[in-house]
Structures are given as structure tokens and as C-alpha cells.
């Protein structure tokens, strides 16, 4: 028998999913029978009675599930497996939000005093508010305050580009998959090179025989030379744009077709008179009265190319490891800084490798001009490599709002020049009615939140700084909306109401300060 305080979440319209549990039964009941009468897998309803079965086990799997939150702890029913964890051993409840095509998606997970994590069926919601995601939420944590102990007073919101998001694994395996192809694609730069070279120095073979039907003219028989025989096309197959199109010889001489871009397989008619060229068994080159097509091999500059695009992209994964390392130490819902001064450090590398790789794909440690061009290059990617570590690194907001930079009260106002920073509450209040605020006006006057970023006071709140007190300053989290991830987030008390001002951080320290004399001014006046 639960009782009042008994938090039950199950899934809503629990009839859609029975009745497609039923029909999934139905489905499997009708295809034993077909295949016990009939033997024979071929059958239309068997077909259609297998294929009704994964449809009903899942559908049986969102019709029994159920998460029960009482006074002893979680308990959570799947069609599977049943579980059940004492508040004793939950170190808190947390949010994972995740952005998908139809807009957000809101689960639960439960953090066990071990370390480990998991995740509830129930409940889930879309993007707030959600009155029904919301209640229950707030329900089984006021469960865990009066039966538990949870670690953080916050709801943790672990969100993309947060700490605890993912891991640093799968960035690890997309790193080393990268790396793999582009040193696949670089092995096989100089023997690339070799073929072009011989290519480029062939010569007219002197037989005028096939070197197709003899099978000379092959990469196994050593002959380098070209064949030009003459051939007439019987018919063009033209195909769409992503698919090969091809070019039919008469009496299959001297091969029977090749393919060609559809381009090409439009030039040329039927009863064209044209002469093939073929190099080591390949046809390279099909010219008409009025068209030549040539075929495009890959040469050893783009084979070099597309190595170094290869290993440019692992860069990315390979910078996202690197901030999660260096944040692991981290709550799991607080921001990460952006990967994007690492992705400018590969654009800009990008801009002297990809040339450098072209002109130079098998001279890059021989040639003067290759090894001057390759140190210079270099030398701009590491300073940048060490401006980016810089730009990322992880500041953390101690010294934010020292008393000793509080200031005395005579400091308060004496600035007469206003100054726009870009700063925002996060919460509605009188002063930032429907959060309109972007920018704190400071100086001129006393400081006052604006929709702008200047000059003038057009539309200006008033911030009620004699009622303000700084609680702390922190670093984003998850669940701080529309707040660049390098800001910092400073906690105030509005009264017995808790406020949230954001800004970057020596901003947000220049505001605190400001705001704490204009408070102490305040009081002396008063």
C-alpha cells in the first residue's frame, strides 16, 4: 500500500502502446500458425506477423515500465529487469538535456554515493516549463531531502559541452579513426607518385596489337607503354549525375564498355569512330572527332591532400579530449570552455599544410622550399596552439567579490563617464522585467540595467543595490540559459529571492565591486 507521499511516474496514454503490445501478439500468434501449416517461409502473413513482433515488444516494454519514488527509495520496473535503490545510497538527482531535431528532451539519471550513474525510464520531458516533468522532478527530490542526504543543493543540469556530458572516449576513438586513414592515405602517397611519373614519361607501344586481349599493357607483365586502338562506340547508357554512366563498344572491341562521367557520355553518339588508349590494362583516354574524354586518376599532390584533411579533422576530437582532461576535476554540470580557439588553430594550419602537401606531396623533407615553408608554418600553429591553451583554460571564480575590494563609501559614484558592460540577469525581476536586460550601465548616475549597449539611459532600471547581498560567484552550469560558456555567474539575494547575474568574469568582478559601493554609499546616505 503506498502512501501520500508516494511519487509514481508512468507513461501517459498507456492504452496506444497495450494495444500495439496486442497486435505485436497477434502478429507472432499468426505466424506460428502459418509456418506450422504451411512450412514455407515465403508466405505474405508470416511476413507480415514477424515483422509485428518487435513492434509489440516494444510497445510491451513503454506499457510496463514504472519509476515509484517512497520513503524507502527508488524503484523502477521495466519489462526485463526490476531495481531498487535506498535513498541512502543516491547522491543526488540530476537533469540531462539534450537537443534534438523536434526540439528538447529532458531525462532523470540518479548519482550512487560509488560513483556509478543511471538512468530512470521516467521521467522525461520536453523543454521547459513542463508542469508534469517539473512536479515530479521536484517531488522525488523533496523525497531525497527528507529521507536522503543529496550532495549539492542545486538541481544539476547536465547539458552539452558540460563536464559530466559523454566522456572522453568516444572524441578518443573518432581521433584515432581519423589518424588511422589519413596514415592509410599518406602511405600510399609515393607509390601514387611513382604511377604518375610513369604515366606522364609513357611512350607509344610498338605493336599495334590489343594490349587487352594479349594482356600486355598490365602492371603484373611490366609494360608501361600506350596502346591506341581504334574502336566505334554502338550505344552511350546515361545514367544521373551520382551514378557512373558508360560508353558500349561495337563488337565489345576493344573491351566491351567504360565508364564515364555523364557529362561525357552525352558528348559522344552512336556510331562515333573514336581511338581508346590504354595504359597497363586501364583505359585512360577515349577521343572522338568532337569530344576527348580523359580519365582522372588520383594523383600523389590530392592523395597527400586528403591525408592532411584527415588529420586536421582529427584535430577537433583530439582538442575536445584535451578539455576534458583538463576539466575532469570539474562538477559534472558545469561548462567547458568552447574548442573553437583550437578549431581557428587548424584553419589557420589548414591554410599553409593543404598547399604545402600539393606542391610538395613526397618532397616535404628534402626540399629547401618545403622545409623553410613547413618551419614557418609551423612555428604560427604552435604560437597559436599556445594562445588557444591559454584562451581555454578553466578560471575559476575565487577571488570574485573580496570584501577587500569592497571599496569605502566615499569611491561610490565619483566615475562621471558611463560604461556598458555586457551583462544580463537571469531571472525576472522589477528591475529586469521579462529578462529585456543585456547590458549594466555604470557610472553617471547610479547603476541600472539596459536593453542596450549605449550611450544614453534610454529605458533604464534601476537596480535596488541597498537590497542586493553576493552569495557567490561560480562558474556556468548546465542549466544556466542563453549564458556564454567562458561567463562567470554571480548568486544574489534580492530579498529573500534568489537572483543570478551573469557576465565575463573581470566584468562581472568590476560590477560586484561597483555594486558593493554603491550599496555602502547607499547606507551612508541612509
Known sequence: MSSTEDVICRLPGRRVPWFFAGLGAVGAGVAVTRLAYLGSLLDPWLVVGLALVPVGVVSLHWATVYVRGDAYGLHCRTLLRRRSVPWSDVADLRVHRYETRHGTLRRVSVLLRDGRRRRLP??????????????????????????????????????????????????????????????????????????????????????????????????????????????????????????????????????????????????????????????????????????????SPATAGAQAVGAAVLALLAGYPAALVLLRLRGRRLPDDEVLPSALPFVGVLVVTALWLLPLCHLHPTSLLTSPVAITWGAVGSSVTLGLTVLAWRATRIRTPENAGRPEDAGTPGEAGTKEKEVFLSARFLEHTDYNPHGFGTHIVLGGGEPAVVPHSGPGRFAAKRIPVERLTLTKVRRVRGGDDIVPRDWHVAELDDGGEPVRLAAAPDDLTRIIRELGLAATAESSRT
Open 122 to 295: 521516467l521521467p522525461y520531458g520536453g523543454s521547459p516549463p513542463d508542469e508534469d516533468f517539473d512536479a515530479k522532478l521536484d517531488a522525488l527530490r523533496a523525497l531525497l531531502r527528507r529521507h536522503g542526504a543529496p550532495q549539492s543543493g542545486h538541481l544539476p543540469v547536465i547539458a552539452s559541452g558540460t563536464a559530466g556530458y559523454g566522456g572522453w572516449v568516444r572524441p578518443l576513438v573518432w581521433c584515432a579513426l581519423l589518424l588511422a586513414f589519413a596514415g592509410a592515405l599518406a602511405w600510399n602517397v609515393p607509390g601514387v607518385a611513382a604511377d604518375e611519373r610513369a604515366w606522364r614519361s609513357a611512350a607509344p607501344c610498338a605493336a599495334g596489337t590489343s594490349a587487352v586481349e594479349r594482356g600486355e599493357g598490365s602492371r603484373e607483365s611490366g609494360k608501361d607503354c600506350l596502346s591506341t586502338l581504334p574502336a566505334v562506340i554502338e550505344r552511350t547508357d546515361v545514367n544521373t549525375p551520382k551514378q557512373r554512366s558508360w560508353l558500349y563498344f561495337t563488337e565489345g572491341r576493344p573491351l566491351e564498355r567504360v565508364g564515364v562521367p555523364r557529362e561525357a557520355a552525352l558528348e559522344f553518339r552512336p556510331g562515333d569512330r573514336v581511338e581508346v588508349t590504354v595504359w597497363r590494362g586501364e583505359v585512360r583516354e577515349v577521343a572522338g572527332e568532337h569530344h576527348v574524354w580523359r580519365s
